[in-house]
């Protein structure tokens, strides 16, 4: 099974950048990187995935380190709703793993 | 919540019983995961379907089995109920890995407790 690492929790402050990391360092060539989030009381939902390149889209932005051992989920500007249970997985095959993901805090 | 349902969305049963949990979708993807999720631990898969008749055992599946007669509907079953079978259960469709990325969207959940 794709196994990732993640910080179990992190704190930010209202209208600043977070930065969630995610390690995945026996990721595959063709392993696609998915992220997605958990609000309270709700099911996931996705965020954002790539391959190799960096990616941005209205959520978040994906970067991919050049090894591709590590990625960053990058929230421009933290509000109070996106305190959440952020996930990150690798698209490995069907069988879809999750692992504990990081439970964001965001301060007012 | 795009085209996916789950049922019943709360269920209380007594340890012993037979708990079905039934997963709907109107998207016609190809892909169904049922998980569970417990404080702790995260997101669990049980099982998933990656077509009619075509399932396959995920994480946790002792104690669960399933079954998907048509495209549109994956059921869950509990032959006999545990007390550590209480939890939220959630069903997940895909359309598989068009373009090498298999996006999973989420239902809403369904609380299951076991007494």
């Known amino acids: 099974d794709a196994k990732t690492t993640q910080p179990n929790s992190m704190e930010s402050n209202e209208e600043e950048p977070v930065h969630l990391p995610c390690n995945h360092s026996?990721?595959?060539?063709?392993?696609?990187i998915h992220w997605y989030r958990q609000l309270p009381s709700q099911g996931p939902e996705y965020v954002i995935h790539?391959?190799?390149s960096n990616v941005n889209n209205r959520m978040a932005s994906l970067a991919i380190a050049e090894d591709r051992k590590s990625s960053t989920l990058i929230l421009h500007r933290a509000t109070l709703r996106d305190a959440a249970v952020y996930y990150c997985?690798?698209?490995?095959?069907?069988?879809?793993?999750f692992g504990k993901g990081t439970r964001l805090h965001i301060l007012p | 919540d795009a085209g996916i349902t789950q049922s019943p969305r709360h269920k209380v049963t007594e340890t012993g019983t037979p708990v079905t949990l039934r997963c709907h979708q109107t998207?016609?993807?190809?892909?169904m995961y049922w998980y569970r999720q417990d404080p702790g631990h995260g997101l669990r898969l049980i099982h998933y379907?990656?077509?009619?008749?075509?399932?396959d055992k995920g994480e946790v599946s002792d104690g669960y089995s399933v079954s998907r007669s048509k495209t549109e509907d994956f059921l869950l079953t509990l032959e006999s109920a545990t007390s550590s079978q209480t939890s939220v259960y959630f069903c997940?469709?895909?359309?598989?890995?068009?373009?090498?990325?298999?996006?999973?969207?989420f239902g809403a959940g369904s609380r299951l407790t076991v007494l």
């Open positions: 998207e016609n993807h190809r892909y």
């Open positions: 379907s990656y077509g009619v008749k075509d399932t």
């Open positions: 026996t990721i595959s060539g063709t392993d696609y």
């Open positions: 997985i690798l698209d490995r095959d069907d069988k879809i793993i």
């Open positions: 790539g391959l190799t």
């Open positions: 997940a469709i895909s359309q598989g890995g068009l373009s090498g990325a298999n996006v999973l969207t």
